[in-house]
């Protein structure tokens, strides 16, 4: 590998992504920078779906697979900006880290694997393969990779995420809840004529921490945790609430659906008449005008770990001087998309640890990155072998 001119290209590129925030329905500038810099990589085509997502195409020497390789281009926002010691948007270069938003999830393995799928020799390509950047992850994972594969129709995808350049060959997935408790409305000062639905709330909650974790050997436990709460009416003028919304993340194992997962947590509201609880709906606005909406509910996954997949993701790690290590990812990604839902050959692997990911002062080793490069370009060889 030509190092030098490797690193100079995965810095410049990431440096300016960074320093081209994007959030779901805003990335226009980040989809601009992206083809731009796969046009000037040579990728044979390079375009934008109806959703935004942008795409970049290389054609191989010899009969083979399709292979996509994607990352989402959008990230969470910054928060407390104050807390930052390094610009969120500066992509600072120093003591051998790129800082800023984004640097670890999602646009580190981005820069890394499309540089590393530009770099690969035509000859040492069989079939296709294709750089993908999605929009909306953030939000929805997997829905906007759909329309990818709906125009692909790859025949195994590789999903770049901070998993310090292990491979993972299944994760957990995730879904929302919202637990809506009625109550009856009264002045504050005599609340023993109403029925306060924070009470009720705080009793749901209590409940559901009883619920014993589903276990999995590969992913470990589920997780059910509140993470939002609302009282009606708010704002409130001395007026005991009438009616009370919880919002749980549950992070799902293998094996559990919509069906199981309701049914699970149904039970929790006897005795409360008409209180509920469901998995809503969310839309995400794309910058292309176009608008993706989902069931808010995103399977676990894995693949056979003796499979043809597994063994020739792992000689490739092998071949380009990675520990050939299988693990269980234990958040959530596209790949939920396109092994969860669609049951596709799906990986994940990319530079970085998830314990970056959100944070203050987040930022990606440039060693990592040119780790994941090498990584990148013995999995796009190795699977290049996948018999279509």
Known sequence: ???????????????????????????????????????????????????????????????????????????????????????????EYSQGKIWGRGAADDKGSLAAFTVALARLPREAIRGEVYAVGTVGEELIEGAALE???????????????????????????????????????AHSSS????????????????????IPSVED???????????QLFSSPYPSASTVPYACEVVFDRRMVR????????????SVLQGMDGSTVHIPEVSVPCYTGKKI??????????????SEWVRLALEGLKSAGIPPITYGTPFCTNCSGSAGERGLPTLVFGPGSVHLAHVTDEYA????????????????????????
Not at 21 to 49: C, N
């Open 1 to 91: 590998m030509d190092i030098q001119n490797i690193e100079r290209d995965i810095v410049g590129f990431l440096q300016e992504l960074i320093r081209t925030p994007g959030i779901a329905g805003d990335l226009s500038a980040v989809a601009d920078v992206v083809g731009r810099r796969m046009r000037s990589l040579g990728f044979d085509e390079v375009w934008q779906d109806e959703v935004g997502n942008v795409i970049g195409k290389r054609r191989g020497s010899l009969p083979g697979p399709r292979l996509v390789f994607d990352a989402h281009m959008d990230t969470v926002e910054v928060g407390e900006r104050d807390a930052w010691v390094h610009d969120p948007f500066g992509g």
């Open 147 to 185: 329309t990818v594969l709906d125009e692909i129709h790859p025949d195994g995808v590789i999903i770049g995420e901070p998993t310090d350049c292990r491979l993972g060959i299944g994760h957990k997935g995730r879904a929302r809840l919202v637990f809506s408790i009625h109550g009856k409305a």
């Open 191 to 210: 609340p023993e004529v109403g029925d306060n639905a924070i009470d009720k709330a705080v009793e749901v909650i209590r409940r559901v921490r009883q």
């Open 217 to 227: 050997p590969l992913l470990g436990k589920s997780v059910m945790e509140p993470i």
């Open 255 to 266: 094996g559990e659906t919509r069906q199981t997962v309701l049914a699970l947590h149904e």
């Open 293 to 306: 909406s989902r069931q808010d509910f995103h399977p676990a996954w894995s693949v056979d770990p003796d």
């Open 365 to 388: 080793e440039v060693s990592e990155l040119l780790h994941a490069v090498r990584g990148y370009m013995g999995l796009a060889q190795a699977l290049g072998q996948l018999k279509v």
